[in-house]
């Protein structure tokens, strides 16, 4: 058993040895053979630096004219009142009004819109705040909006540009909304706008 020990230890010893002589060059300066060096020595490049692969290599590459993100549906409308009110002429809901469509539709707005709308779309969320006094009901039939008619009317195009840009004290929730689920949250908010009938 001892001498088993003392055999390996031995044959470890040399086996170190000779590795440690076989990496080493003759002067000592020699780093050794490297293998592939693009592996061990990538360039390292800044995010949107120039790269001097390209033709114009003091530049980044930007995404070609027009491009957009993925999942982002470009909405050809501006912010003002016209724009609102050609949105409540020109779009419909793209989305078929499945059930399906409409229990997410509540649930988002549950989570972005109940708070300051009510549960029942009646204005009266949990905010409690001045700024957020003025809430309407969706199913107001009495009150002209910006729309020329009243909450209970508004349409489509009307309330998927108000949860896109927002108004006043409400604002903007394309950031936070994709687009098909706005038109879904329209879908209820449609439903909201029946009240308790
Ligand atoms: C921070 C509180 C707040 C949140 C969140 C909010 N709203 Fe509003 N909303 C308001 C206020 C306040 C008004 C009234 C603005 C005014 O008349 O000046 C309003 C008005 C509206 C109108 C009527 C616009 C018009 O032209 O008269 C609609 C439709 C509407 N909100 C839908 C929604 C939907 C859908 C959501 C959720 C995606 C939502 N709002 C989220 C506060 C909020």
Redesign the pocket.
């Known amino acids: 058993m001892k001498m088993m020990k003392k055999l390996s230890r031995t044959l470890l010893a040399s086996c170190t040895a000779a590795l440690l002589l076989s990496s080493c060059g003759g002067n000592g300066e020699n780093t050794g053979f490297e293998y592939m060096p693009n592996m061990y020595r990538s360039p390292s490049l800044e995010t949107y630096a120039g790269n001097a692969v390209f033709a114009d290599s003091s530049v980044a590459r930007t995404p070609v004219a027009g491009t957009i993100p993925r999942g982002f549906t470009p909405f050809e409308y501006g912010a003002s009142l016209e724009e609102?009110k050609r949105a409540g002429l020109e779009l419909t809901n793209p989305l078929e009004a499945t059930s399906a469509n409409l229990a997410e539709g509540k649930e988002?707005?549950q989570m972005?819109?109940a708070?300051?709308?009510g549960k029942t779309g009646d204005g009266k969320?949990t905010?409690q705040n001045p700024?957020?006094g003025?809430?309407?009901s969706?199913a107001d039939a009495a009150a002209i909006?910006?729309?020329g008619g009243t909450?209970s009317e508004?349409n489509d195009g009307?309330?998927y540009h108000?949860?896109t840009f927002?108004?006043?004290?409400?604002?903007p929730?394309a950031s936070q909304?994709m687009s098909d689920e706005?038109w879904k949250?329209?879908q209820y908010?449609h439903e909201l706008q029946q009240g308790n009938k």
Request: a positive charge; proline letters at 3%.
């Open positions: 609102f988002l707005y972005f819109c708070h300051c709308h969320g905010i700024v957020y003025g809430i309407p969706y909006r910006r729309s909450m508004m009307e309330i108000t949860i927002g108004l006043n004290a409400m604002g929730h909304l706005r949250i329209v908010v």
